[in-house]
Each structure stands twice: as structure tokens, then as C-alpha cells.
């Protein structure tokens, strides 16, 4: 059984500014809400129309229809859990080895894709401009399958993180050097640009390595890569060696 | 303006079964429509609230209201455009060079976003088993964002397809050979699997090449690539050479 109150906190949930009040948020899925579990997210209430989840205090397990979870799911079709946890505070950025940041990446799925990216190749700091899309997003939560738990994430001034770095600092563009045939060093930021726009002018200036992913296609009419597969090309270049 | 006829047959080309009854699709936005158009596909209707298109038979543009075009748009924020065109035939497949295989890709953004990425890497072949997602789904139109249009796609029995070919094939497993120490060949058909299952029982019993991303993150704990992310690696793999 759902409450009123309830159903309306975590409908409100879908909105950054109520997951910043709260200081909340909420995942979907056994899978996605197992991983978080074993990665010691703070477990708030759980909500379940059929599935176990052993090992969980009963108390923050409630049971309730298909039609309640609909009200409180952010789905088309749900799932048949959904669970609130608590917003860990970011860990402060480790500055060395690898890192993404990413310069207003708006697209949730985007995002998600790029958090599980980082996850498979180690990559545990994810560095993203102030307008970048929220890690609490629900799609975004998602899309991670869980990998949220292990990568830190902070929001920052972009330009300023940028200019106070030691490390080199690497993103593509159209005129940039082939990253097939770069070296490249197992330390550095690998900065991707928004979806529409690329990585923005301020920013441009402040990147010293410029990389090219090739394109083999038909040069006229191709037109670029998904931000998400592009960042799983270049962090498969960095790390292959 | 739009009639009541156009907005049932529109709105029913987002169902497969009709897209294949009349032979028609449609794609919304002005940058796909016109790489559509460039790309010789046959222009049934052109709808606009706004956008010029140079070029075009003036008598199959109808210009229409915003609130017109949300009755037809797939899109929850509607574009300024929506185009019908006929099905093109597909080619026959052409057994040289890289192909790319699916094995029941059921997102449709996965599976447009891995048409965009064939484009990009100049794959011009690309082979779908029966139960992947339709091409002309319109979610997978959008994903493609144009390259629907110079990669030629065909559905078919896929077990019978390989048994048949006379070119090497390649398969993701989890105890494949490390693809970064591979030599890869510039021939060959590439086997991407299913998003939840991976490549299929009875299709993996017919690949000979074993092959495997290896991941750099928690081992214990770091599930699996999205599958558009997979092929984005794997194809930077067979071209980068």
C-alpha cells in the first residue's frame, strides 16, 4: 500500500529540484535496485508487487498493486519494484588517472551510457559541467544499470576545473589529430561535447590535445556519432594499450 | 492543412503491419527529411508548420498547425515537419567486405543508433534476423538521424545466412580472444547479439571467431556494454588498422 504522500514524493522525484530539496531519488528494476543495495545506497522504501528481495530490513519493504506502482513509475511499462534511496554526497575528485567530463551532455540516456561506459573501463570520476543532465534523473538512473554506484560524480565549473588541472586535457574535433594513430598517455581529461553543439567555444580554448575519431564512411554526407558511442571509441583508445 | 484520412493513415504507420501494407514511413525533423530527400527516397506528403525546403514539388507540401502536427507526430515535443516516403526496395546483399549482423535487436534506438554508426565506419551492409526491430520504425528513422539511407538493410533467416557465406564471422562471448591483440580482417561478418540475452544458442554454434572486449572497471561487479556502445568498439577495432 502506497500513500497519498507517498505517490506525490516520489512523482515530485521526476523533478531535479525536488530530488535537491528531498535529497532523494528513485530507481526501477530488480537489477538496478539490487546493485545500488550492494553499493550501500541508503535504502529509503521499497516498493514491490512481487519481487523478494532478501537480506533487506522488512520494514522498508512495501507491497503494493500493479496500478499503484503505475502512479509512482516513471515507465511506460514498469517494472515490478521501484525503491527511493538517499543522494550519497559526492566524494571529492581524485585527480589523477583518467577521467571524463563532460561539457553539457542534456540527454539523460546520454548520460546513463556514458556512467556505464566509465564503469567498464574503470573509470571511476566523471566530471560534468553545471549544466550537464542531473545523475538523479530517473532515465538516467536506468540507463546506468546500476554502474552509478561505482563511478563519483561532481558538477563543477567546467572552464575553471580546466584551467586549475596538471593533467593533459584531450577532446576531439573535426581538425584534431587521428586518436588511431596518438599516443596517448594513461593519464588525462577526455572531455566530450554536448549532443547538438560539440564542446563549446569557451572551453575549446582551454583544451591543448585536439583528437579525431576518422570517419570511413561517405565524407559528404556522414555526419557524426552519438555522443555516447563516440565516448566508446575514445575510451576504448585510451585504455586498449 | 491535414485531412482525417492522413492523420489515421500517418498515425498508423507507427504500427509495423501498416508501415508494411502501404509500403510507406515517415520521419519528422527537417535535417533527417532532407537527408532523405538528397538521398533519393520517394517524398509521399511534406508537412510544415514553418520550414522552407527548397526544391521540392510545391503540391506535395501542406502546410499545417502546430496542434495538427501533434496529432500525426510519434514525438512527445513535435519537430516543425513531418515527411511520408515510400519503402525503398532493399538491394540484395553484397557478401564482400565488413557486414554487420544483428541477432533480435529489439531497441529501436539501439538499432538506429547502430545504423548511424555502420554509416560512420562506412558499412554499407547491414543484416537483421526476422526479429529485430523494423527499420522503419519511426524511433529507429530519428536514431538514424538521415543514415537509414546509405545503409542498405535486409531481414533474414540469420542461422541460414551464415551457414551459407563463404566470409569469416565474428561473435562477442565472454571468453573470446581479447579483440585489442586480434588481428581483425577486412572481411567479415560481425555478429552483434540481443541486448538482454546476447548472441543466440543456435547462432553461436555457428561462429568460428571468438572474440571479447575486455573490461577494465570492478570485475566482480561490471555487468555488461549497451550494445550500441559494443558495436561502436568492436567496428573502431575492425577499421582502425
Known amino acids: 500500500m502506497v500513500s497519498k504522500n507517498q505517490i506525490k514524493l516520489i512523482t515530485s522525484l521526476q523533478q531535479k529540484k525536488f530530488r535537491k530539496e ?91 551510457t556514458i556512467i556505464r561506459l566509465c564503469d567498464w573501463f574503470g573509470i571511476t570520476e566523471l566530471v560534468c559541467s553545471e549544466e550537464t543532465a542531473d545523475i538523479y534523473n530517473p532515465k538516467v538512473v536506468q540507463a546506468t544499470m546500476g554502474s552509478i ?11 575553471k576545473f580546466i584551467n586549475e588541472t596538471q593533467l593533459p586535457v584531450f577532446g576531439t574535433f573535426m581538425d584534431g589529430e587521428n586518436i588511431y594513430k596518438s599516443t596517448l598517455p594513461k593519464e588525462g581529461i577526455i572531455i566530450m561535447g554536448n549532443e547538438a553543439n560539440g564542446i563549446s567555444p ?39 594499450n
Open 22 to 112: 528531498h535529497k532523494l531519488f528513485f530507481a526501477e528494476g530488480k537489477k538496478v535496485i539490487q546493485e545500488l543495495i550492494h553499493s550501500n545506497f541508503s535504502l529509503e522504501y521499497l516498493f514491490s508487487t512481487a519481487a523478494v528481495f532478501p537480506g533487506i530490513d522488512p520494514k522498508k519493504i512495501l507491497t503494493i498493486s500493479e496500478t499503484e506502482l503505475k502512479k509512482i513509475s516513471a515507465l511506460t511499462t514498469p517494472n515490478d519494484c521501484l525503491a527511493v534511496f538517499k543522494q550519497p554526497e559526492s566524494k571529492s575528485i581524485n585527480p589523477s588517472g583518467l577521467i571524463v567530463a563532460l561539457d553539457d551532455i542534456r540527454d539523460p540516456g546520454n548520460l546513463g
Open 202 to 240: 569557451e572551453i575549446e580554448k582551454v583544451v591543448k590535445n585536439r583528437l579525431t575519431i576518422p570517419r570511413f564512411g561517405d565524407l559528404q554526407q556522414t555526419e557524426s556519432l552519438n555522443v555516447a558511442t563516440a565516448t566508446a571509441i575514445i575510451l576504448s583508445e585510451f585504455k586498449r
Open 149 to 159: 554506484a561505482r563511478v563519483n560524480v561532481n558538477y563543477v565549473n567546467l572552464e
